[in-house]
């Protein structure tokens, strides 16, 4: 693989104009058409169409500039490297492991490569609750249409791993319906490391597809950047705070006087991914006259039920995701008791070892059998409902990001109801024990004894197992000021050259994961802002 072409270093040796790290300081000074926070799904995609418009474009990315070389499938050096907080970013409460990449690309870098338009249910409640009316299944289908096309979004036609496949066939025996999800690959090697970084550049992430396409056209790229704040005069931003940070976020040391960055743009476009977009409104003080930033961040939660299988399941090996279940979602009203959607991840070990519960001889004994693991997940679709209104961004002593978000009994109440669907799928497609992720629960060898159990265990955090690698909301679109904190075109309320072009701006969760939903609304809306500004209509190639 390492003789496999680079993209990143062949770009390089073209000239691509790159700061940070290893390569180089940014300068001190930097003036530009429109700076972009972030390179991840929102950016990345913003980042090409405005290029594309010949506008100068400066992309400030915190992470650092990894590439296929630096993929190995090593769990010790992708978690540190590639990820926020070593991939062990948490809820306030340390309740609940949340999952961001922190690199060039983003989480696009990072992900499983599962690929969900938004549902037409999550677009119609924005509509009809948040004012959105031009956000429905016909508005945004173009945008979909011309984001599949240049990212190889498409059905995988390859059988799945047996992984997935035991959720198949589980779900068949108890007449649940189950299909095949489409993912952003080309040419895949069915490796099932896509989480570390793809060592063959199949997967489609903004690392080998737009930010390439951008810097082809000149943009700039500072990486080990990161954008502290805006200074703000008269419902504008004047201009971007950054500094200078070292591989895995600590200030760097720099032999210069000024140590910060400035960089003064015409039109800001933030698309730090949500928390950390949250985060930079909340450092410069931005104008918030309804209460709305930082509110309303979502995680979809997720609740997991292992099972050890007689055959081997090697969870490790092909395609991470390539079945899921919408049947608990779509049988359950979206303003109702908690829907949720079924996924069957892979599992490596660091982050199965870390995952489940217990210690000592208990743990070991699940270590043991890893090949012949295999673990469902549920996404809550959290949002919809008085009692599941997310999570609350604020700023530490330090003014580092954190997530405020409370498990609420609504919420917990879908979890039990997830863990008791996924352990009867597993014992239907023939699981000798289940466990469900819960620090009181043990393996059960039935499926009447594993329904009793379930029922009684108290649903509380820190005892339910409870991870996220979806973050959404914070900085939401509504059709109103009060509603939200952005405007349908993606426009700040209040400072007038600001769009915000990530997963931030989602009113509420999708109810699926977010990467194509980012890919298709920013695609708009980066056209939208591309033609304000210079006149030109540009798409995606």
């Known amino acids: 693989m390492s003789q496999l072409p680079d993209p990143v270093r062949q770009g390089i040796q073209r000239g691509w104009r790159v700061f940070g790290g290893a390569l180089g300081l940014a300068p001190a000074n930097i003036v530009c058409d429109v700076a972009i926070i972030g390179s991840g799904a929102g950016a990345g995609i913003t980042a090409e169409l405005l290029a594309k418009a010949g ?265 991470p995701q390539s079945i899921y279940s919408d049947h608990f979602m779509d049988t359950q009203a979206i303003d109702g008791p908690m829907g949720y959607k079924l996924e069957a991840p892979p599992l490596h070990p660091v982050i199965f070892a870390s995952t489940v519960p217990g210690m000592g001889q208990r743990q070991h004994d699940l270590l043991k059998s890893f090949p012949h693991n295999h673990t469902l997940l549920a996404l809550l679709r959290d949002g919809f409902h008085e009692q599941a209104p997310g999570g609350k961004v604020r700023l530490r002593s330090d003014d580092s990001a954190v997530l405020d978000y409370a498990l609420t009994d609504f919420v917990m109440d879908g979890g039990r109801r997830a863990l008791l669907s996924m352990m009867e799928i597993q014992f239907a497609a023939g699981a000798q024990q289940v466990l469900p992720l819960h620090e009181m629960a043990s393996p059960y060898t039935s499926w009447a004894e594993a329904r009793e159990a379930v029922n009684r265990l108290p649903m509380k955090p820190m005892l339910t197992r409870v991870v996220s690698a979806h973050v959404m909301g914070g900085c939401g679109l509504a059709g109103t000021e009060a509603q939200g904190v952005t405007r349908p075109d993606g426009v700040h309320w209040q400072l007038e050259n600001l769009s915000i072009h990530d997963g931030s701006i989602f009113p509420t969760s999708i109810g699926a994961n977010p990467q194509l939903s980012v890919y298709g609304t920013v695609n708009r809306l980066a056209q939208g802002l591309a033609k304000r500004l210079t006149g030109q209509d540009v798409k995606l190639a």
């Open 55 to 319: 506008l100068q474009v400066v992309i400030i990315e915190e992470g650092p500039l990894k590439s296929s070389r630096d993929f190995n499938q090593k769990e010790s050096e992708a978690y540190p490297s590639l990820y926020q907080e070593s991939a062990a970013r948490k809820t306030e409460d340390k309740a609940i492991t949340i999952l961001q990449g922190r690199c060039v690309g983003g989480s696009t870098t990072v992900n499983w490569t599962s690929s969900f338009r938004t549902p037409a249910s999550t677009l119609q409640f924005w509509q009809d609750r948040f004012g959105l009316k031009d956000y429905g299944v016909d508005a945004l289908a173009p945008y979909f249409d011309q984001a599949e096309r240049r990212l190889n979004i498409l059905p995988w036609l390859v059988a799945p791993n047996e992984n997935n496949d035991l959720l198949r066939r589980g779900a068949a025996k108890l007449g649940i319906p189950a299909a095949a999800i489409s993912r952003n690959v080309k040419g895949c090697w069915n490796l099932g490391s896509c989480g570390m970084g793809c060592p063959t550049n199949a997967k489609q992430s903004m690392l080998v597809t737009t930010i390439p396409a951008a810097l082809d056209k000149g943009a700039q790229l500072l990486t080990e950047t990161r954008a502290e704040r805006f200074e703000l005069s008269n419902g504008k931003v004047t201009a971007l705070i950054c500094r200078s940070v070292t591989s895995n976020g600590a200030l760097a040391s720099v032999n210069r006087a000024q140590s910060a960055i400035k960089i003064v743009a015409k039109h800001y476009v933030l698309a730090g991914g949500a928390i950390n977009s949250p985060a930079v409104l909340l450092r410069s003080g931005a104008p918030d006259p309804h209460g709305r930033l930082g509110e309303r961040t979502f995680l979809h939660p997720v609740v997991m039920s292992s099972a050890v299988f007689e055959q081997k399941v090697e969870a490790w090996s092909g395609a």
